[in-house]
């Protein structure tokens, strides 16, 4: 079974408009992190936003938000006011823990998103 | 402030050839991994390393052999390059806590003929 599903491998929005990007998981683990990481066309791998099994509040980190649904085993990333420099792959990966194996991430198979002006 | 570096960026070998890519950190993390990425499959870890002279195998690991003599250096090996490892190969390093964010390399794209 996938240890992380990104269900929509491509989505397109217009520019200034809000997205949601969508990833379930599927850990028995108690303790792990969720992460975002974009991809440009440059093919560079850039660090977005992190959510830990037990905090309690979304992250946000400037326009990026993460929508952490437990119960649903979500993490969904959500973009405000897209920008043409948002178009790129989005990855999510989920890193469990502690123990053996646990400093490695299991990415989800992306979702190409596409910023219309 | 250099974070992860590889080299070379670009690497075309013939099946059978061997070859050596590098990835060196600057930021003294003790946890260095490589990964694989083919067009839609994300990234597939090869090996990673918890720290100096310790590596362990990940998801994707026939064909290649990792080392780790030093902190900063973890260099991944192809024996004997296939086809099949034609790829984009990431080295990545982060601190040891769970929530640690992994720093990428800016990745080396490897074509086998």
């Known amino acids: 079974a996938q240890k992380i599903t990104q269900t929509q491998p491509g989505m397109f929005v217009q520019e200034k408009e809000a997205v949601t990007l969508d990833c379930t998981y599927d850990?028995?683990?108690?303790?792990?992190?969720l992460f975002w990481y974009k991809q440009p066309s440059s093919g560079e791998m850039i660090f977005l936003i992190y959510?830990?099994?037990?905090?309690?509040q979304n992250a946000t980190e400037g326009r990026y938000s993460l929508n952490f649904q437990k119960a649903r085993k979500s993490a969904n990333l959500v973009i405000s006011a897209s920008q043409l420099g948002d178009s790129a792959m989005y990855f999510c990966a989920m890193r469990e823990g502690p123990g053996a194996g646990s400093y490695q991430l299991t990415f989800g198979k992306g979702t190409k998103l596409s910023v219309i002006p | 402030n250099a974070g992860v570096t590889q080299t070379p960026k670009f690497q075309v070998l013939k099946t059978g050839q061997s070859m050596t890519l590098q990835c060196a950190q600057d930021m003294n993390h003790e946890y260095m991994s490589w990964y694989r990425q083919d067009p839609g499959m994300g990234l597939r870890l090869i090996h990673y390393?918890?720290?100096?002279?310790?590596?362990d195998q990940g998801e994707v690991p026939n064909g290649y052999n990792v080392s780790r003599s030093t902190t900063e250096d973890f260099p991944l090996r192809l024996l004997s390059a296939a086809p099949s490892q034609t790829s984009v190969y990431f080295c990545a390093s982060s601190g040891s806590g769970l929530l640690e964010t992994q720093y990428f390399g800016p990745g080396t794209r490897l074509l086998v003929l």
């Open positions: 850990t028995s683990d108690p303790s792990y992190g």
């Open positions: 959510q830990g099994s037990y905090d309690q």
């Open positions: 390393s918890v720290g100096a002279g310790i590596t």
